[in-house]
């Protein structure tokens, strides 16, 4: 998908891939309202996609977000908890399909390493 903004209006109906009997995962920034999530998750289930995860690191979660967590064509929806706001909106809306990852203790780790010249590769397991 394509996606344009101007003025906060997401516009763009370009669609790449073959998602036919596919998992599809659908990552952005952020979720606000979940509208381009479900544009996106939508155009996937309408080209035959089997499954749809929608991830993002911000789950803000603001008004309108009643649509996407009630929508069949979003397996799961997966966040951090960078932003207390999504831990807020599960306590809302139970039954939503999302799960909250918390990440503390790796920015924790991160600024300390980052603090005493120390390896941040290390950190996450990549080899130089």
């Known amino acids: 998908m394509e996606k344009r903004r101007s003025r906060n209006v997401v516009s763009g109906e370009l669609f790449a891939g073959d998602v036919v009997d596919n998992a599809v995962f659908i990552v952005d920034d952020m979720i606000s309202t979940g509208g381009t999530m479900l544009r996106a998750a939508l155009a996937c289930r309408e080209r035959g996609a089997r499954a749809v995860h929608a991830i993002a690191t911000h789950g803000l979660f603001g008004k309108g977000v009643e649509m996407l967590f009630g929508s069949q064509a979003i397996d799961r929806i997966t966040v951090t908890d960078s932003v207390d706001l999504a831990s ?10 999302l799960d909250i990852l918390p990440i503390g203790r790796l920015i924790g780790k ?11 590769s290390d950190l996450i397991g990549i080899d130089d």
């Open 88 to 97: 807020a909106a599960k306590a809302r809306h139970p039954q939503a399909p």
């Open 110 to 120: 991160t600024i300390r390493r980052l603090h005493t010249q120390g390896s941040i």
